[in-house]
């Protein structure tokens, strides 16, 4: 049977969220031309994560050597290249990630495959491969038509589709392939994790973030807004004039030159809109967005609203959760 491949994503040991985005549509394309997708997971003692990625996929494909234990397009190329050649998936479907974005075209390129890189959808009609991908800064949405082959590549951007578990765990076969590695395969060498500076924190991991923009005036209005933030049990981040004025650091900017962000709740604090940071949040569960300003475009992609004063707002927002906390406790 005809397969879509989704190479699944991993780091120290955990699945990363792009994996199951990408298995959720992979499982929705492989329905419409009837295809079984297949995870493919490479790396050192990956039993364990393949064992989750079996819910999601009718087959999950492990390839196990200890020169796998860290990422190296290099190597990941040279496995995946023959795999592809033998199994002839209609569709490989790589994250748009660091990656991704290393791995994909090296790999297409040595097996000659049509790739699209990018990608926030795509589909099989009648036999032709489209995706879709956004430009200038997401301003508008482009449909384009691969040239017909075989075999497909995409990098599909995080946060794409949203992850969705089946309604019946697959409980896919799981398929140990044998590592064509030699000693002598490879010629790049891992040398480190670089992990966040002491305090650092990862948005795209919270659960709840509260998004601060020009709003907020000056510098020292920000610590009001952390405390509503972790009061929530949230954290802060921002849009870029924040880290452009110096007040915040890079890793908390929302938006398409900062990180995309799927939050279970985003409050917008003094945030207009721009659709370089609506692109970054656009996917959260629930967003609330407050702001003076009626016609400010985060209205427009927000599920509640507040025109009014964030300076007004926030004190009692902040005092009716702690309200609710006495009330818990």
């Known amino acids: 049977m005809t397969e879509i491949f989704v190479l699944a994503e991993h780091r120290q040991g955990q699945l990363r969220d792009i994996t199951f985005e990408m298995l959720t549509k992979a499982r929705e394309l492989a329905q419409k031309i009837n295809a079984d997708p297949v995870a493919v997971i490479l790396g050192k003692s990956v039993r364990e994560p393949a064992k989750s990625l079996a819910e999601h996929a009718e087959k999950v494909l492990i390839i196990e050597d200890e020169r796998l234990e860290n990422f190296n397009s290099e190597a990941y190329q040279k496995v995946l290249s023959p795999l592809i050649q033998e199994r002839k998936p209609i569709l490989t479907v790589i994250g748009h990630t660091s990656y991704g974005v290393e791995l994909a075209p090296r790999l297409a390129a040595a097996l000659n495959i049509p790739l699209a890189t990018d990608c926030i959808d795509m589909t099989f009609e009648d036999d032709v491969f489209t995706v879709t991908r956004q430009m200038y800064g997401g301003k508008v949405n482009v449909k384009a038509t691969l040239r017909e082959s075989e075999n497909y590549m995409v990098t599909v ?53 509260v998004g601060i923009g020009r709003g907020i005036k000056d510098q020292s209005n920000i610590p009001m807004v952390e405390e509503l933030a972790k009061a ?15 007040w915040l650091p890079s890793d908390r900017q929302v938006g398409t030159s900062g990180k995309t962000v799927k939050p279970k709740l985003y409050i917008a604090v003094g945030i207009s809109g721009a659709f370089q940071h609506v692109l970054g949040m656009k996917n959260s569960d629930l967003i609330i967005a407050v702001n003076k300003d009626p016609k400010a475009p985060i209205f427009s992609f927000s599920d509640y609203g507040v025109v009014e004063d964030l300076f007004k707002v926030l004190p009692i927002l902040k005092s009716k959760i702690s309200e609710l906390k006495a009330q818990k406790a």
């Open 157 to 209: 951007r995080q946060a794409a589709f949203q992850a969705q578990r089946p309604s019946t765990p697959l409980n896919g076969q799981i398929i140990e392939v044998p590592s064509p590695l030699k000693e002598e395969t490879t010629t790049k060498r891992f040398l480190e994790y670089v992990l966040p500076p002491p305090g650092g924190v990862d948005i795209t991991a919270a659960e709840v973030l």
């Open 232 to 246: 929530l049990g949230g954290v802060l981040a921002c849009s870029r004039p924040i880290v452009d004025k110096g």
